[in-house]
T-cell receptor, first 110, second 113 residues
């Protein structure tokens, strides 16, 4: 399974763009990259997924370089309600296994 | 469309006992994964079921076992409970068939004393 590494914490201010990077150096060909948001006492909530290049949806963008050894979640114009723990999750589609990172605690300040 | 539900919400057990946790998948989802999340840590993958068969397993001992039923609901069973089994247990369902986003339930908080 791919091992993932994320920064433990990040601070930002309302209205700023936030970029959180996850390192997954030993990612396999059949692995997909997904990102989740988790609030205290709740299950994680899916944000975005990708395999390579750039993916964008209504809440975030995901940048994956050609070597796929890292991925960056970009949150545009964060608000106080975006304060949460953000996890990258590598899904091995062949083995049916998933590896969560340790999570990045994002604190958005007014 | 109903989301993923889990029962019970909280549970207290004694070391050595056995426990069964239940999960009802989101409608139409044929894949379910179970995770253990200790306080302050990321979820750890226990196993995944696809169409009633175990499809992948993480680094958990055999006393962690599961079942998936024809209606795609599932159970996580843990035998011979240890104090370190105290955690939030999460189940997540997904469509499978090339769709990898997982939809998580609220979790069951298990405390082993």
């Amino acid at each position: 399974l791919a091992k993932t590494t994320q920064p433990i914490s990040m601070d930002s201010y309302e209205g700023q763009e936030v970029n959180i990077t996850c390192s997954h150096n030993n990612i396999a060909t059949n692995d997909y990259i997904t990102w989740y948001q988790q609030f205290p006492s709740q299950g994680p909530r899916f944000i975005i997924q990708g395999y390579k290049t750039k993916v964008t949806n209504e809440v975030a963008s995901l940048f994956i370089p050609a070597d796929r050894k890292s991925s960056t979640l970009s949150l545009p114009r964060v608000s106080l309600s975006d304060t949460a723990v953000y996890y990258c999750l590598v899904v091995n589609t062949n083995a049916g296994k998933s590896t969560f990172g340790d999570g990045t605690t994002l604190t958005v300040k007014p | 469309e109903t989301g993923v539900t889990q029962s019970p919400t909280h549970l207290i057990k004694t070391r050595g006992q056995q426990v069964t946790l239940r999960c009802s998948s989101q409608s139409g989802h044929n894949t379910v994964s179970w995770y253990q999340q200790a306080l302050g840590q990321g979820p750890q993958f226990i196993f995944q079921y696809y169409r009633e068969e175990e499809n992948g397993r993480g680094n958990f001992p055999p006393r962690f076992s599961g079942l998936q039923f024809p209606n795609y609901s599932s159970e996580l069973n843990v035998n011979a409970l240890e104090l370190d089994d105290s955690a939030l247990y999460l189940c997540a369902s997904s469509l499978g068939e090339g769709r990898y986003e997982q939809y998580f339930g609220p979790g069951t908080r298990l405390t082993v004393t």
